[in-house]
């Protein structure tokens, strides 16, 4: 135990000098003439670890790479694209691409998440990505009619094929599911709206998403209204 | 409120996060933990081993806590956790952001250092209150484990008793008014100014003050602990940051305020709410039996059952407002998010939160040396402080991360001109 005159304060820390005031500590004799009353605390010396200071780098170096190669990608097309313009803005190609793979590989790869999570992120993005490479190229009656669908209902089954395996996670799974069964019913709003020209890939998607709903429904029908409950709540 | 268990397993109860919850899951991030610590200090050091078996005991009891938090469309829920908490041994800072990967999911920590059994619990679970009901069952658990007795009294949940429905219910929807209109409507308060200290870092700064001969002091004064304590913080602040000086922006200390005092409750998730107290320093001159005497008037006038009924009510209704319930999770977080940094730590200087008397069966007060209550590091203040009171003694603390000790040092040398003996302790 020491003791700090200045601010008249006992330490029971091991210092050298005073928390408070920066004063150098004496130290404290119980045996004075006039004993002051100990607090009944225990005197230990150090009350708290030591902090091990090294402040960690919450990206590490192989993202930081990978993030700057694509930069100096990206803005070096864009670069030589406005300098010799010929009437094609052919970087925006590039720049797509790449803003493509950091959604379905680098994302994966530095965020942790469950795979439910990337299946439907890559579904999505891939069907976006495709559509508007359709939509550039003016090739249209590819994308959105037989790739989307068809990716619909591979994300679908693959889903549930998890769910299979791994039947004690199947609450986690299941979420990604519906998520899945409604992405797959969009296809008919494109055949409606008239996007898609032959329509039975779509159509396929939308009934493979309502066999899917149903066998939801029949096979866990309490546990699967409960987690949806849950994870819709209002 | 709202315990929903359609199925009699275990795994799937799932609770509503509580009206005060719902802002920290959208606030809080690897920077901003939002955790605060109860801990005891026994005497002597810590068997981890006993210590993992008496939570793996005592968790069950605690439905609320024995939780992992999960993303729905349109709000957070906790779902039960059936995996065991790890016991670990205490690292540094204390009250740093709990990381789920660590904890198995669960949004508590419970670790050890020499005698020191700590609690961080992240705010959203419960209160301070809670956390300390808590502390003491796993501690007097760990206590008989050790085969030094059985310890049952009022002041203790006892484990094998079956949790009742009060425990785990979200007391704010039952006891706002929905007939008040209220709006919240705060000034802006003064911010200390301080060089920070590096990120992840915490001070802290323990002063353990004896109970009796404070308890006198305030006495002398007509007042309360709170009221004392706070006026002291103010007037600290004051006389080293402020003296001879106009400041408009009024110094408030933001005081948590258990409810359960206040209505019949004995929920163990959150159930506090706060009263801003200060004043703006327009004059030359303050001594600090005039702080003292506005403190105790501000007090005197919100510390009651209408005033926090308004309070909790305003907020209750703007989480069942049907537009905010529509909106999906995602935006709501940005919502809160901006909502919390335009006012939240804004509308006050500090916090100062106390704890109250801890109360243990007295055949277990021979193997405890103290309780500790430390708040988590702020983000935009630089200052929390808090206090709790055991036995003898009362310890107050200061959680700062700021390099400069003007305030504390101002604080205790305050106190210990009054004649108290002050033993200070710091990490």
């Known amino acids: 135990m020491k003791y700090c005159s200045k601010c008249n304060v006992k330490v029971n820390t091991d210092l050298k000098k005073c928390p408070l005031c920066s004063m150098v500590l004496s130290v404290w004799k119980t045996s004075d003439s006039n004993p ?59 720049i797509g691409t790449l803003l493509y793979l950091w959604i379905t590989v680098a994302y994966p790869l530095f965020v942790k998440r469950k795979i439910g999570h990337i299946i439907v992120i890559t579904t999505l993005s891939t069907s976006i990505y495709l559509y508007s490479l359709e939509l550039a190229t003016r090739s249209s009656g590819w994308g959105l009619s037989y790739v989307t669908p068809f990716l619909f209902i591979a994300a679908t089954l693959m889903i549930t094929f998890i769910i299979f395996l791994r039947r004690l996670k199947w609450r986690e799974y299941s979420i990604y599911q519906t998520i899945m069964v409604i992405l797959g019913f969009l296809p008919v709003i494109f055949c409606i709206t008239g996007l898609v020209t032959p329509i039975w890939p779509s159509i396929l998607s939308a009934f493979y998403s309502f066999l899917t709903l149903a066998g939801m429904f029949i096979f866990a029908d309490k546990k699967y209204k409960n987690e949806l409950i849950k994870r819709f709540h209002l | ?70 993303k729905g469309l349109f709000w957070y829920y906790f779902e039960s956790n059936p995996a065991i908490p790890e016991v670990t041994v205490e690292k540094a800072p204390p009250c740093r952001a709990i990381d789920t990967d660590e904890t198995n999911g669960f949004l508590f920590r419970v670790s050890y250092y020499k005698k020191r059994i700590s609690l961080e619990m992240f705010h959203a679970l419960t209160d301070g209150t809670g956390a300390l009901a808590y502390l003491k069952s796993l501690t007097s658990q760990y206590l008989t484990l050790l085969g030094l007795g059985v310890f049952s009294d009022d002041s203790i949940l006892d484990y094998e008793v079956h949790p009742s429905f009060d425990e785990i219910q979200d007391s704010f929807e039952k006891y706002y008014d929905p007939r008040i209109k209220s709006r919240w409507t705060e000034e802006k308060a003064y911010h200390i100014y301080g060089t920070r200290l590096a990120p992840d870092t915490l001070d802290i700064i323990h002063g353990i003050i004896p109970l009796k001969s404070f308890l006198s002091l305030v006495k002398e004064n007509n007042t309360t602990v709170t009221e004392y304590l706070t006026a002291l913080l103010i007037y600290s602040i004051y006389s080293t940051q402020l003296k001879s000086r106009v400041c408009y ?82 935006l709501k977080n940005v919502v809160l998010k901006s ?89």
């Open chain 2, 249 to 330: 922006a009024p110094v408030k200390i933001s005081v948590p305020v258990n409810l359960r005092n206040f209505f019949p409750s004995r929920t163990l998730r959150n159930f506090s709410s706060y009263v801003n107290a200060g004043l703006s320093f327009t004059e030359k001159d303050y001594s600090f039996e005039q702080i003292l005497n506005v403190v105790s008037a501000t007090m005197k006038n919100e510390v009651t059952q209408e005033k926090f009924i308004r309070k909790i009510s305003a907020n209750v209704k703007a989480e069942k407002n049907m537009l905010m319930r529509l909106v999906p999770l995602v």
């Open chain 1, 36 to 94: 002051v009353p100990l607090p009944t605390c225990d005197m230990d010396v150090e009350k708290y670890p030591k902090s091990d200071a090294g402040v960690t780098d919450k990206y590490n170096f192989v993202f930081r790479l990978f993030f700057f190669i694509t930069v100096v990608i990206g803005s070096t097309c864009l670069l030589i694209n406005l300098l010799y313009y010929s009437g094609v803005l052919w970087s925006l190609y590039v």
């Open chain 2, 1 to 70: 409120m709202t315990l929903r268990s359609r199925s009699a397993r275990n795994d799937n109860k799932w609770y509503k996060l509580d009206n005060a919850a719902k802002i920290y899951p959208a606030i809080s991030g690897p920077s901003r933990g939002s955790v605060f610590r109860v801990a005891v200090q026994l005497k002597c050091d810590v068997n981890p081993l006993i210590l993992q078996e008496a939570l793996a005991i005592t968790l069950p009891r605690f439905p609320t806590l024995a939780v992992k938090m999960k």
């Open chain 2, 339 to 427: 909502a919390f940094s335009a006012f939240g730590e804004n509308l006050f200087t500090c916090s100062f939160s106390n704890l109250g008397a801890v109360g243990i069966p007295d055949t277990m007060a021979d193997y405890i040396d103290r309780f500790e209550f430390v708040l988590g590091p702020p983000v935009i203040n630089l200052l929390n402080c808090s206090v709790c009171s055991y036995r003898n003694d009362m310890i107050m603390t200061f959680s700062k991360v700021m390099h400069e000790t003007d305030i504390e040092r101002f604080f205790f040398r305050f106190l210990s001109e009054k004649g108290l003996d002050i033993t200070i302790e710091t990490n």
